[in-house]
């Protein structure tokens, strides 16, 4: 349960310090995203090294592997730095919060896997939700509009992660969780160095220590320990358990951005974010 709060707590404060990098000085998301795989890429390499004795992967396991670390890490990050470049860390991270009402959506379509009663229900809770936390932004003014598009790639992020989910869970069962992690972690680490490359200049690593400092926490505190501390509590008390645990993961961002960054949320967005953390929970907990 320990390590479950851990890794929740720590998950939710990566947006809060992607604002706070983004607001200490012109760094663009490119070169934010690039601090963080290249400070993370050392700690899933010694975790490889240390797996090495695994028994060899198949052909089809290394391009599930390359496949889901563009995806999964690499996409679904890159959608994320872009968007809360227009959206508060606490409503980004609601936003994000949909992925396993759209894992439910998505196993419908493609795994012929027909929701439930209760599913369907909690679809309808996190949507009512998320249309409340947008209803003040639906105007035609040009904040509103950079409001809408940042959401819509936050969205995007969180639709990148259930796909990824989806088809690779069976994956996650043949390669290992942790083998995996780190694989899939170190193959997303090349598209943002060509990223870097293409788009930026050595110049655009010239940042004050205060982003560096940032950059450094993004990377360790807010990705590399929670990636392991999730894993093994899943492991250890199973999803069900964790998926309560994880329901603290929005409302953390929201009590940070609010004390970090000002980013309080109206009474109407704070009643959606209720829905949505309710139709989130109701959606990954199990009977029984």
Not at 73 to 92: C, E, H, K, N, T
Not at 221 to 233: G, K
């Amino acid at each position: 349960m320990l390590f479950a709060l851990g890794g929740t707590v720590a998950f939710a404060f990566r947006p809060v310090l992607i604002k706070l990098g983004y607001a200490s000085a012109p760094v663009s998301a490119t070169t934010l995203l690039f601090l963080r795989m290249v400070l993370s890429l050392p700690f899933f390499a010694a975790v490889a090294w240390w797996l090495r004795r695994a028994p060899p992967l198949a052909r089809r396991d290394w391009a599930g592997i390359v496949g889901l670390g563009f995806l999964g890490y690499y996409l679904a990050s890159l959608l994320d730095f872009l968007g809360l470049q227009y959206v508060p860390a606490g409503l980004g991270r609601l936003i994000m919060f949909l992925y396993p009402t759209l894992v439910v959506i998505l196993s419908a379509l493609f795994l012929s896997r027909r929701p439930t009663r209760r599913e369907l229900a909690a679809l309808a809770m996190t949507y009512a939700g998320i249309a409340l936390v947008l209803s003040r932004q639906l105007g035609a003014a040009p904040e509103h509009r950079q409001f809408l598009f940042g959401a819509a790639l936050v969205f995007g992020a969180a639709m990148c992660y259930a796909v990824y989910l989806v088809t690779g869970s069976q994956l996650v069962k043949r390669v290992g969780s942790m083998r995996f992690t780190a694989y899939t972690m170190m193959v997303s680490t090349a598209p943002a160095l060509v990223q870097f490359a293409a788009l930026e200049s050595p110049a655009a690593l010239q940042l004050p220590g205060e982003v560096w400092l940032y950059a450094i926490l993004l990377a360790t505190v807010c990705t590399v320990l929670p990636v392991f501390l999730v894993a093994e509590s899943l492991k250890r008390i199973g999803a069900n358990h964790f998926a309560l645990i994880g329901g603290l993961g929005p409302v953390t961002t929201v009590a940070a951005d609010f004390a970090l960054l000002e980013g309080a949320l109206t009474p109407l967005q704070l009643l959606g974010g209720a829905l949505v953390i309710a139709g989130v929970l109701l959606v990954s907990l199990k009977k029984g």
